[in-house]
């Protein structure tokens, strides 16, 4: 019996299968492509993302310009350089403050401490105000009409050390200058600070808290155990307000229940930049770190405030401008 082959069959099969071939191939193909078109829209959403940032940059910038450049022709006419973000009014209170804001160019000094606020300090740059109506009436630097002031009874002579200290910090650290009565009245909004009925000089965790309004970070130690612990901490801080008491030593400070002092610079011959706002003679002298350690009073709850840093974008006060009367070095 004769066979016959399924031609028809065969036929069927070898076209499925030549189907079959070029699907698989075709499918390879399809799936690279899909992957390249994906990473094209991936790599063009990108792309769009930073023209997005760059050009809402780009307006932002434009938009301070014009801002900048309006009041600048509001306050140029009268003959007065301005910062941005001030009013002409707030410019010229400030012009009576810092040195470096009759400078048509200081708003770099704001820029600067907004980019990079850990900036190198020097000891003509850090302020070291006077408590005592005795230097006002001298007119000794860095003494000013705050210096008579009274609050129920109690002189600013008599409680504004650590005033003086906290406005010392702030000014050295900011770009922003006040006054130590400035001090006192911001102290009283932000940590419900007051001198009266014989309460006297600010406590540590009002000065904490009212630094902290003012963007600075600090904080609050009792006396270590040894001296180089203190040193090494002294070391790493960007100033420090402390605590001395004739009590604990006498060798610098001969007769004191209590005062604050304000420590800058620390040096590897083991000294530190001294702004004393009691005593005209020793401020703005650099005395050794060991006195200040020795003198720290230990019959207070806390010894020193390390202040650690200032960040601009913290600082929820930003008051600039002195109005008091006050002997401002160099004038």
């Given at each position: 019996?004769?066979?016959y082959v399924p031609i028809l069959q065969v036929l069927?099969?070898?076209?499925?299968?030549?189907?079959?071939?070029?699907?698989?191939?075709?499918?390879?193909?399809?799936?690279?492509?899909?992957?390249?078109?994906?990473?094209?829209?991936?790599?063009?959403?990108?792309?769009?993302?930073?023209?997005?940032?760059?050009?809402?940059?780009?307006?932002?910038?434009?938009?301070?310009?014009?801002?900048?450049?309006?009041l600048t022709d509001q306050t140029v006419a009268a003959?007065?350089?301005?910062?941005?973000?001030?009013?002409?009014?707030?410019?010229?209170?400030?012009?009576?403050?810092?040195?470096?804001?009759?400078?048509?160019?200081?708003?770099?000094?704001?820029?600067?401490?907004?980019?990079?606020?850990?900036?190198?300090?020097?000891?003509e740059d850090i302020y070291s105000f006077l408590q005592?109506?005795?230097?006002?009436?001298?007119?000794?630097?860095?003494?000013?009409?705050?210096?008579?002031?009274?609050?129920?009874?109690?002189?600013?002579?008599?409680?504004?050390?650590?005033?003086?200290?906290?406005?010392?910090?702030?000014?050295?650290?900011?770009?922003?200058?006040?006054?130590?009565?400035?001090?006192?009245?911001?102290?009283?909004?932000?940590?419900?600070?007051?001198?009266?009925?014989?309460?006297?000089?600010?406590?540590?965790?009002?000065?904490?808290?009212?630094?902290?309004?003012?963007?600075?970070?600090?904080?609050?130690?009792?006396?270590?155990?040894?001296?180089?612990?203190?040193?090494?901490?002294?070391?790493?801080?960007?100033?420090?307000?402390?605590?001395?008491?004739?009590?604990?030593?006498?060798?610098?400070?001969?007769?004191?229940?209590?005062?604050?002092?304000?420590?800058?610079?620390?040096?590897?011959?083991?000294?530190?930049?001294?702004?004393?706002?009691?005593?005209?003679?020793?401020?703005?002298?650099?005395?050794?770190?060991?006195?200040?350690?020795?003198?720290?009073?230990?019959?207070?709850?806390?010894?020193?405030?390390?202040?650690?840093?200032?960040?601009?974008?913290?600082?929820?006060?930003?008051?600039?401008?002195?109005?008091?009367?006050?002997?401002?070095?160099?004038?």
């Amino acid at each position: 019996m004769k066979k016959y082959v399924p031609i028809l069959q065969v036929l069927l099969f070898l076209c499925m299968l030549v189907f079959l071939i070029h699907y698989f191939r075709n499918k390879k193909d399809w799936q690279e492509i899909a992957r390249e078109v994906n990473a094209q829209t991936e790599e063009m959403e990108e792309y769009k993302e930073t023209e997005k940032r760059r050009e809402e940059s780009m307006d932002d910038t434009e938009e301070a310009n014009i801002k900048q450049s309006d009041l600048t022709d509001q306050t140029v006419a009268a003959g007065q350089p301005v910062l941005p973000g001030k009013s002409a009014s707030a410019e010229q209170a400030a012009l009576q403050g810092r040195s470096t804001a009759a400078d048509p160019l200081a708003w770099l000094d704001r820029l600067a401490w907004t980019i990079h606020p850990a900036m190198m300090i020097e000891e003509e740059d850090i302020y070291s105000f006077l408590q005592g109506p005795g230097a006002w009436s001298g007119g000794i630097s860095w003494s000013g009409e705050w210096c008579r002031f009274e609050v129920d009874g109690n002189s600013f002579g008599s409680f504004g050390c650590g005033l003086c200290c906290m406005a010392n910090v702030y000014n050295t650290l900011s770009p922003y200058e006040v006054s130590p009565w400035d001090m006192y009245e911001h102290a009283k909004v932000s940590s419900g600070y007051t001198p009266g009925g014989g309460y006297g000089a600010i406590d540590w965790q009002e000065m904490r808290c009212t630094l902290e309004v003012c963007g600075i970070s600090g904080e609050l130690h009792r006396k270590p155990g040894t001296f180089e612990e203190f040193r090494d901490q002294i070391k790493e801080a960007k100033s420090a307000i402390v605590l001395v008491c004739s009590g604990n030593d006498n060798t610098y400070w001969k007769t004191t229940q209590g005062h604050y002092v304000n420590i800058w610079l620390y040096q590897e011959d083991d000294t530190v930049f001294l702004a004393e706002p009691g005593n005209r003679e020793k401020n703005r002298s650099r005395i050794p770190l060991r006195y200040v350690y020795d003198a720290l009073k230990t019959g207070s709850t806390f010894q020193y405030l390390l202040v650690k840093d200032y960040l601009e974008a913290d600082n929820m006060w930003r008051a600039n401008g002195i109005e008091e009367s006050w002997c401002r070095p160099g004038s």
